[in-house]
Structures are given as C-alpha cells and as structure tokens.
C-alpha cells in the first residue's frame, strides 16, 4: 500500500493486536498507516503488507523469517503480517522463532 492507493484503509481498523487480542480501532489504524496518522508523511510513504487465510501457514511464517533475515530495521518497521493465527498464537510464534536483536519485533503482526 502507498499514499494515494485506491485500496481502503478502514479495514485496518478492524485487525487485532497481537499483544491484547483488542481491535486496532480508528487510532490504532492512524498509528499503523503512515498517511492516515500524521499530515507530515511524505508521498513516498508506503507500507509492505504480507498476508495468508490459512492457519499457522508454513509459507507466511517462512516469508516472515525471510524478510527478517533480509530487511534492515527501518523496512521492517513498514511490514504489516495479517493472518487468521489468533494473537497468542502469534506471539509464541514471534518469541519462539526471532531474537529481540533480529529487529522482527519491528514488524506488526
């Protein structure tokens, strides 16, 4: 997704933290996408949105391990995960499988 793509942003309210199981909400959304939260965020803001419907999909998780291993921390932070794991699930799958120094914990899941 990029400033300007016709894609709707709202849906993005509706996704679940990882941390307390709650809906993100309309803030949660402005903290996520660059350009809905702040008036300062350039054209060139975007962000990488990797998603899979299938539980505990070994494709996602390799992809996550993948990008983690090959995108500096300031990319990271620009990475989004949405799957149908539910919050826990992907807690113990982040805490299991990266390091707090791998910069995985930039990524949103």
């Known amino acids: 997704?990029?400033?300007?793509?016709?894609?709707?942003?709202?849906?993005?309210?509706?996704?679940?933290?990882?941390?307390?199981?709650?809906?993100?909400g309309q803030g949660g959304m402005k903290r996520l996408v660059p350009w809905e939260g702040s008036r300062s965020a350039s054209s060139s803001d975007f962000m990488i949105v990797v998603t899979d419907p299938r539980p505990k999909s070994v494709e996602l998780r390799?992809?996550?391990?993948?990008?983690?291993?090959?995108?500096?921390?300031?990319?990271?932070?620009?990475?989004?995960?949405?799957?149908?794991?539910?919050?826990?699930?992907?807690?113990?799958?982040?805490?299991k499988n990266f390091s707090e120094d791998s910069g995985a914990d930039k990524m949103t899941v």
């Open 1 to 24: 997704l990029y400033e300007g793509d016709p894609a709707p942003s709202s849906p993005f309210t509706e996704l679940l933290n990882i941390d307390n199981g709650e809906p993100l």
């Open 62 to 95: 390799t992809a996550m391990k993948r990008l983690a291993g090959a995108l500096s921390a300031d990319m990271l932070a620009k990475c989004v995960v949405i799957n149908t794991d539910t919050p826990a699930e992907n807690r113990r799958f982040v805490k």
